[in-house]
């Protein structure tokens, strides 16, 4: 059975970091690229991160560049969005998602809350 768990979201205020995680399991996590996207309250899916699948390449939504650092350790099927002087209009679900040719697998997501 094919699994993304997100974890490490939760109440931060502004300011503060938080470190994502997306556990992977039941496909070859190597060889999928993965993403993070997030959908605020109201509002609909925006995508934040992505990393290739030998974490060489990486990119970055423009509300996230020097903030957030997208990584992956594929030795553990994992893959991680640390986050860093974050706002309250960072407040939304994050999901992970991998992708391989015709497939294309989602978390159910981790809430990050910022406020004070």
């Known amino acids: 059975e094919v699994q993304l768990v997100e974890s490490g979201g939760g109440l931060v205020q502004p300011g503060g970091s938080l470190r994502l995680s997306c556990a992977a399991s039941g496909f070859t996590f190597s060889n999928y690229d993965m993403r993070w996207v997030r959908q605020a309250p109201g509002k609909g899916l925006d995508w934040v991160s992505a990393?290739?699948?030998?974490?060489?390449?990486?990119y970055y939504a423009d509300s996230m560049k020097g903030r957030s650092t997208i990584s992956r350790d594929n030795a553990k099927n994992t893959m991680f969005l640390q986050m860093n002087d974050l706002r309250p209009d960072d407040t939304a679900v994050y999901y992970c998602s991998a992708h391989s040719g015709p497939y294309n697998y989602w978390g159910q997501g981790t809430r990050v809350t910022v406020s004070s």
């Open positions: 990393i290739k699948t030998d974490g060489g390449s990486t």
